[in-house]
């Protein structure tokens, strides 16, 4: 007689599925990062293009120059803010190229990185800074006096870094610089915690590894086809964890390039794709609704590397998916998933015949 699905243990029953268990090469974060950034293979080979339109900025890194611009950033972090294994760096930052190298830093270091949307009120910056235990934040300079304001309710809070364009500067506490990196880093040390809306009351922390960073990387790398010739634009804010896995974090895993802007922008979203040669975009479906009304002609751009979105973190509506698959020849590649899955969980094969394709939207 079968048993009961009741009586079966569905941890047991997941690793029965799952197969052996997948092993990294490497036994720390800043393992993997020396091996990405230290590699011949990629010595000349652009990993982050930023773009900002409004100011008319575009800055760009080879994998050695983005590597040396961490190594320099985590050393400071390290001497000049006292930080170590395990602490905890908040950051009320947007897309930038400086926010970027912050994460990498501190992920090098064995820190944990907790992202603080800066739109999001005092309050709540306060109460994610307070619940967080947040050692020390770095912030762009124009939040500085908010930050400075609150310093009086963050018993842990021991430092204010100001983030400009041209760098960090320590402009609140001095703790004591640390001598020595911990021997005893992991893969498995945390190192990011995504506070959620708290659309059921106060934010929560969802906490996540390295290795979770890492394996969520491979599996949408793997899954996509995702390889050193790709190049991923991120429209999305990297504050949260769609932004920061799918179009960092992937494309330094798998060697390929990402193209950072500042914000998304219909006027310009088109036009990037091309000069960029840009292979894959992630998404939220209001941004293909903005598309679709914007309606640009898109005929006169090379969009031949162009292979289509990943799309999620939100309902995509049916009418939404076929009429911009109508309009624009670029698959929506859907998929599902959330903050305490690291990233994305699941998508829709890519290897769907048409009409299969259109009938699972």
């Known amino acids: ?198 659309t059921t009351g106060p934010p929560k922390g969802v906490i996540l590894t390295a290795y979770n960073l890492l394996i969520d990387a491979e599996a949408i790398a793997h899954w996509h086809g995702f390889g050193m010739d790709d190049r991923l634009m991120c429209v999305l804010p990297i504050h949260h964890v769609n932004g920061t896995v799918v179009t960092l974090i992937t494309p330094f895993y798998c060697q390929g390039s990402t193209v950072l802007n500042r914000k998304f922008k219909t006027a310009t979203f088109w036009s990037r794709v091309h000069a960029e040669g840009v292979t894959c975009v992630s998404v939220v479906p209001t941004l293909l609704e903005y598309l679709l009304e914007d309606n640009e002609d898109v005929s006169t751009y090379k969009l031949d590397r162009f292979g289509g979105f990943i799309c999620g973190a939100g309902p995509l509506l049916v009418d939404t998916a076929a009429r911009f698959e109508d309009r624009f020849p670029f698959p929506i590649r859907h998929g599902y998933g959330l903050s305490e899955t690291t990233c994305y969980s699941c998508f829709l094969p890519n290897d769907l015949s048409p009409r299969h394709h259109r009938h699972w939207l």
């Not at 994460?103 to 064995?110: H, R, S």
């Not at 770095?138 to 963050?154: A, F, G, I, P, Q």
């Not at 506490?173 to 995504?194: E, M, Y």
Request: with cysteine; proline share 6%; net charge negative.
């Open 1 to 198: 007689m079968c048993p009961l699905i009741k009586d079966i243990d569905p941890v047991s029953l997941a690793h029965q599925m799952g197969g052996p268990p997948f092993a990294f090469p490497w036994s720390t974060f800043a393992e993997f990062f020396r091996t990405r950034v230290e590699d011949p293979g990629v010595r000349d080979k652009v990993f982050l293009i930023y773009h900002d339109d409004d100011r008319k900025v575009c800055r760009t890194y080879t994998y050695p120059e983005f590597g040396a611009q961490v190594l320099k950033l985590s050393l400071f972090l390290r001497e000049r803010c006292g930080l170590t294994r395990g602490d905890h760096l908040a950051t009320v930052l947007f897309n930038h190229d400086q926010t970027v190298m912050v994460y990498f830093a501190a992920w090098v270091l064995g820190l944990v990185v907790v992202p603080i949307n800066v739109a999001e009120t005092t309050e709540k910056k306060r109460y994610i800074l307070e619940h967080s235990e947040a050692k020390v934040v770095c912030c762009w300079h124009e939040y500085v006096e908010e930050l400075e304001s609150l310093r009086n309710d963050l018993p842990s809070l021991q430092s204010i870094v100001q983030v400009t364009d041209e760098g960090f500067s320590v402009i609140q506490g001095a703790p004591s610089p640390s001598t020595s990196l911990s021997p005893c880093a992991s893969l498995h040390d945390h190192a990011l915690i995504v506070y959620t809306s708290g």
